[in-house]
């Protein structure tokens, strides 16, 4: 089994900042793949940034200037440093990890959400 979890979501101000985290443990060989997605209500869940093994990163447009996804190897732990939020930023983000469990197989798991409201 994988576990994967998430911390740092909160309320902030318009032109803000917040640094999410998610570490994943449990029957992993290998994490090829760690990403951030985020759904508002009413909306379906988009992607914010992804980062892999390589450390490659892509980001959706709406993330390219503010948001930085940077990755700790050694402990399979992901992290997303959010600023110049906005209030549009406000959504339950995801954690996504993809890669290899103990038994080679192709992994796909998802955190619980971390709540981050931009407000005033």
């Known amino acids: 089994q994988v576990q994967v979890v998430e911390s740092g979501g909160g309320l902030v101000q318009p032109g803000g900042s917040l640094r999410l985290s998610c570490a994943a443990s449990?029957?992993?060989?290998?994490?090829?793949?760690m990403g951030w997605y985020r759904q508002s209500p009413g909306k379906q869940r988009e992607l914010v940034a992804t980062i892999t093994s390589g450390g490659n990163t892509n980001y959706a447009d709406s993330a390219k200037g503010r948001f930085t996804i940077s990755r700790d190897y050694a402990k399979d732990t992901v992290y997303l440093h959010l600023t110049s939020l906005k209030a549009e930023d406000t959504a339950v983000y995801y954690c996504?990890?993809?890669?290899?469990?103990?038994?080679?197989?192709?992994?796909?798991?998802w955190g619980q959400g971390t709540q981050v409201t931009v407000s005033s």
């Open positions: 449990g029957s992993i060989f290998r994490v090829l793949v």
């Open positions: 996504n990890v993809r890669g290899l469990g103990s038994k080679f197989e192709s992994i796909d798991y």
